[in-house]
């Protein structure tokens, strides 16, 4: 008996990692044009949102890339929560194909002589130096695992006609009516939450019911729990993400919590009488009227009752989708009220991720994906931040002024804190297997945001220089602060170049950067001609020399500035082109 539970064990977890690894290779596969293909749909009408959600989730085969991915669009301001809604429905479903793969080829064609060969053309594939190859293999032994685990799953657990012994007690358990229905729904809550995967724990339940060990009815049962349990994790791990995290995450549960309670188990027996009548019509028997208790299941009995397990996880999530999406906006209006905008202190700092806030990806092409989007929005405030200097350079009020200087500082600390989380998530990208490639992405965007932390880090530089020529009672003449204006003119116009280069390298459209080369070297010459002047009028003992060494090393700041700005263009050109 502890053999056998053991066996069970290491075959779920067999099943577990072949599941993740087939996920895995298909997200790799299809990369980020999911995302660009299936977006106009999303912010479409109400069945669009459902049919792009199940279409991503049944080529990537994971709801929870998915609703990340939905996420990070709701926080970029390219979806509504609403919108969100429609595509998280669509997601349940699509999940179910997983579902159907295991029903149709675990349980009616024999796949016990192909696993091993699959196995070792995976591995023959991941010799290959070729990334795409590589992901091909990653599908192929995902695939063979999680068939050779459901193969093990069912050696492990014997048939009820070997036990006839334990058919008193299971019938004591199997035959209560809805009692026996509701320790289901819990037992598959329960088991869902542990494993973490429905995909999995319906596969259990497939099993079982296949192998006799339960009726029809408690496997339907066990499915509806599964549909409840597989949104406990996503709840907890939206716990530390932000508000649209723990929003969606909450939609999630209270769309599958709705769906049993509100309708699935109320009408429990018409919806199983209608999952007969699909069944029947491809010619197996009905699986509802299958008899529990007589010790032995027929091959078609066993695999119609397994289609129907099968048909009852489409079927509800199919007819949930159709019932709640009409109501998403009650939902959303829900939720909104449920988790509220958090209250923000006078002084808290403009400090905003959009896209990596929710968690990764499931695979490393799509994470980085991700966070390059994230260091996109880091650049964005970094130009925002910059934006103060001028304010800063040309305001005569002392109180307006120091409102300027405080957002300056503001600013290194929000370019601190954007460093230190987009690092943060990239450690965690590095914790994966990664391709050549995807490492050097990941060691480029290293030093983009290094650089990025350096303007933040100038910002409050030309704050303190500021500060201090007010405190020693200076101030810049008109000609200084006219050239300080055309100075920081040609820095913003290197911020715009950075920004644009940074998006057409996301889009793998950068080829050279001639502009940003221009517009450093607006900065250089117009840098040398500045301290030329500055020099000559300290030699010549015009201005006061104090004011002329502030304005000459807020010269050398922006210039520095300038620096940082093209070393940003010069990373990611050199990536974009290997």
Not at 170 to 176: F, H, I, Q, R
Request: contains cysteine; proline residues 2%; hydrophobic residues 50%.
């Amino acid at each position: 008996m502890i053999l056998q539970i053991c066996t069970l064990l290491g075959a779920l977890g067999l099943l577990l990692y072949g599941m993740y690894m087939m996920s895995s290779g298909l997200q790799k596969i299809s990369g980020d044009k999911l995302r660009t293909i299936f977006l106009p749909w999303m912010t479409s009408n109400p069945i669009k949102r459902v049919l792009s959600g199940l279409g991503i989730t049944a080529i990537i085969q994971s709801s929870r890339a998915t609703t990340v991915m939905v996420i990070s669009f709701v926080n970029a301001g390219l979806l509504t929560l609403a919108q969100a809604t429609g595509v998280i429905m669509g997601a349940n479903i699509g999940t179910t194909v997983t579902t159907w793969i295991v029903a149709l080829l675990g349980f009616n064609i024999n796949l016990n002589h192909l696993i091993f060969p699959l196995i070792a053309i995976g591995f023959i594939c991941s010799m290959f130096k070729k990334s795409r190859i590589k992901e091909i293999s990653e599908l192929i032994i995902g695939f063979s695992l999680l068939f050779l685990g459901l193969l093990y799953m069912k050696s492990a657990i014997p048939a009820l006609s070997s036990y006839p012994q334990d058919l008193p007690w299971l019938s004591k358990w199997a035959c209560n009516g809805f009692l026996s229905v509701l320790l289901s729904v819990i037992l598959g809550i329960v088991i869902t939450f542990i494993i973490q995967s429905s995909s999995a724990s319906i596969s259990l339940a497939m099993i079982i019911v296949y192998l006799g060990w339960i009726p029809f009815e408690m496997g339907a049962g066990f499915v509806l729990g599964a549909n409840i349990g597989t949104t406990i994790t996503g709840n907890i791990a939206a716990s530390v993400g932000n508000k649209n995290a723990k929003r969606a995450a909450l939609i999630h549960s209270l769309f599958n919590i709705i769906g049993v309670v509100a309708w699935a188990l109320i009408f429990f027996h018409p919806f199983l009488h209608l999952i007969g009548k699909i069944i029947t019509i491809f010619g197996l028997p009905d699986p509802s009227r299958l008899a529990f208790g007589t010790t032995a299941i027929s091959m078609a009995d066993g695999f119609a009752a397994v289609c129907g397990i099968a048909m009852v996880h489409t079927m509800f999530n199919l007819i949930n989708a159709c019932i709640l999406i009409w109501f998403s906006h009650i939902i959303v209006k829900f939720v909104c009220w449920f988790i509220k905008e958090p209250e923000k202190a006078k002084d808290e700092q403009n400090f905003t991720l959009k896209y990596i806030s929710s968690g990764r990806l499931g695979t490393p092409s799509l994470s980085l994906d991700q966070a390059l989007n994230e260091i996109i929005n880091f650049a964005a405030n970094a130009h925002d931040g910059f934006s103060y200097v001028k304010q800063a350079v040309n305001e005569t009020d002392p109180d307006k002024f120091e409102i300027y200087r405080t957002k300056l500082v503001e600013c290194e600390e929000i370019t601190d804190k954007f460093e230190y989380e987009i690092a943060a998530f990239l450690n965690g990208i590095t914790s994966q297997e990664l391709s050549a490639e995807e490492g050097e992405e990941v060691k480029v965007m290293y030093r983009v945001i290094g650089e990025l932390e350096s303007l933040g880090d100038s910002c409050e530089n030309i704050s303190r220089l500021l500060a201090r020529l007010r405190a020693h009672k200076q101030e810049f003449d008109e000609d200084a602060i006219a050239n300080l204006n055309l100075m920081i003119g040609k820095v913003e116009a290197a911020f715009q170049v950075m920004e644009t280069n940074l998006n057409q390298a996301k889009d793998g459209k950068l080829v050279n950067i001639d502009n940003a080369y221009n517009a450093e070297n607006n900065i250089n010459n117009l840098r040398n001609a500045l301290r030329e002047e500055g020099i000559q009028q300290i030699e010549k003992q015009e201005g006061h020399y104090q004011a002329s060494n502030y304005f000459l090393d807020l010269v050398a700041e922006l210039e520095a500035m300038g620096d940082f700005i093209i070393n940003i263009s010069q990373a990611v050109v050199r990536n974009n082109e290997e």
